[in-house]
């Protein structure tokens, strides 16, 4: 059995921010209401012609270049995501051919914002196996394809983006040390993707309604906190380690309020966890891979540290990981 790591990191955000202010113009909201609520200040959001596939193209791309992996060799692709170009073929196989990977097998994981973790997890038994040398694994998420502009209840929250990493065999006690992905499908209707429901043959209903997102959010407040802080016990536990040990923290960023209620919860402090909803809000899969990308390039992740992935979405699906960095 081979110890697995993170070799590389890659990552894209789209150009077009919305502000606050900008949505202050499209529904009843305010600054005020969204920061002191979410902590989200702007958001990123794809252009009209930029697919998926292309912002996970341009994450998988940076992660290969940073890991010095030649494409030619990659032999597994992972891609999370819940909002991919269409049902087939699948991101992955987009990201395949895009970036001249003959080799690789190449499927999506649909695990909403918990997919990157559950990604991460199933990539690793393949390398820890001995069945592959190596994997790309990313998550990247048009997620604004689904938000109601609208709704003032959920369209303050999403954004935009991609990030992707390499997983490799590491030498050393080192690498991913414990995985934990698990599923409260009986939470399921907390947050959905919904369409109005029509008869198929009905000719004379003209209005054709959008698959959008319906979120009871308050709900989803409570099971979250609780879901993740257990996530993030049951990991460590795994790791055979203690929380004190724990040098940092990268949790999917949907409120900040949330983070907050864990970190109280864990009696971890807040400086030990990375935060950066308040420029992207929450990119469903792609949040705690950009937020890791992002912890790493200003080194508050190093050489060393023991840190935990942690990440809870709609399903309900809860993960988390020790990597011993
Ligand atoms: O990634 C996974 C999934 N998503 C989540 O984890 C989301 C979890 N839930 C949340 O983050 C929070 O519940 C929200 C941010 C979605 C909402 O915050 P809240 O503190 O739970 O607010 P609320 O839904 O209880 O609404 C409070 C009030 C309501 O008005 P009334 O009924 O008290 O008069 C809402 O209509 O705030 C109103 N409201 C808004 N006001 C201004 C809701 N959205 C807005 C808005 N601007 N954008």
């Known amino acids: 059995m081979r110890n697995v790591g993170i070799t590389g990191l890659g990552h894209y955000l789209p150009k077009r921010v919305l502000t606050n202010a900008d949505l202050e113009q499209m529904v009843e909201t305010s600054d005020e209401w969204i920061v002191s609520r979410t902590g989200i200040k702007e958001r990123r959001i794809a252009g009209k012609d930029e697919k998926n596939s292309d912002m996970a193209i341009k994450a998988a791309r940076e992660a290969l270049k940073d890991a ?25 196989c987009l990201v395949q051919k895009a970036v001249h990977a003959p080799r690789a097998a190449a499927f999506d994981v649909s695990a909403a914002c918990s997919g990157f973790l559950y990604a991460l997890t199933t990539a690793k038994q393949f390398i820890r196996n001995g069945v592959y040398k190596n994997a790309l694994v990313i998550a990247s998420e048009k997620i604004t394809t689904y938000v109601n502009w609208n709704d003032r209840g959920t369209c303050v929250l999403f954004g935009d983006g991609a990030g992707a990493c390499v997983l490799k ?5 080192r690498g991913i040390l414990s995985d934990y992905i698990h599923a409260q499908g009986h939470f399921g209707d907390l947050m959905m993707v919904v369409a109005e429901e029509r008869d198929p043959l009905d000719q004379q209903t003209k209005m054709i309604t959008l698959p959008h997102i319906a979120m009871q959010g308050q709900e989803l407040f409570k099971v979250a906190v609780n879901s993740m802080a257990a996530a993030v016990g049951i990991a460590v536990k795994k790791a055979g380690l203690k929380l004190s040990d724990i040098d940092y923290v990268v949790p999917h960023q949907a409120n900040d309020r949330i983070i907050s209620a864990v970190a109280r919860k864990l009696h971890l402090p807040k400086e030990k966890i990375f935060i950066n909803i308040d420029r992207y809000g929450n990119m469903s899969a792609a949040s705690i891979a950009v937020a890791l990308y992002e912890a790493v390039e200003r080194k508050k992740i190093k050489r060393g540290d023991y840190v935990v992935l942690v990440t809870f979405g709609a399903g309900l699906v809860s993960a988390a990981n020790v990597v011993k960095w």
């Open 68 to 92: 010095r992996l030649d494409p030619a060799r990659v032999e597994l692709i992972i891609v999370a995501t819940i909002s991919p170009d269409s049902s087939f073929p699948s991101v992955a």
């Open 169 to 173: 065999p590491v030498a050393g006690k």
